[in-house]
């Protein structure tokens, strides 16, 4: 009998760890995968831009980080695709002229200029991305 309750209070804890810590994890992910909306602006290839009015993309902001070569932007990622990518492009190009081809995501207007993303590796054309410097290789000296 002492044996079958000590198994039962066991087995017990290591349900309730598991169950822990499985929501541990599962809240961290939903964290990093949190769905948002953000603003979008149009620019051409000389980074004069217009806001395009009216307009929020559904998605969710992600660090991309090339260590090679030393440097990490932040990027957006549209739940809804390429197709969004092109619905947008397409409307800058209505809206302001066959120079604004890229549309690109913004909270506001203070924003840093970085691109949207086809997935985590590939981004859609952008009229500039800003980079941060992280050569983890190399530390950074500026002259």
Avoid at 10 to 17: G, M, Q, T, V
Avoid at 49 to 67: Q, R
Avoid at 125 to 138: E, L, Q
Wanted: net charge positive; glycine share 4%; aromatic share 20%.
């Amino acid at each position: 009998m002492k044996l079958n309750v000590i198994k039962y209070v066991i087995i017990s804890l290591l349900l309730f760890i598991n169950k822990s810590v499985f929501a541990e994890i599962a809240d961290n992910f939903n964290g990093w995968m949190k769905i948002t909306t953000t603003s979008v602006f149009c620019a051409n290839k000389y980074r004069t831009n217009h806001w395009l009015d009216n307009e929020t993309v559904s998605g969710y902001w992600k660090e991309y980080t090339d260590f090679d070569s030393g440097y990490e932007f932040y990027y957006f990622y549209l739940t809804e695709g390429v197709g969004k990518y092109n619905e947008l492009k397409n409307k800058c190009i209505e809206k302001f002229g066959n120079d604004f081809i890229y549309p690109q995501p913004a909270d506001h207007r203070f924003s840093s200029w970085y691109p949207f993303a086809k997935n985590q590796t590939e981004m859609f054309p952008s009229a500039r991305i800003d980079k941060s410097y992280v050569n983890y290789k190399t530390p950074y000296n500026p002259k």
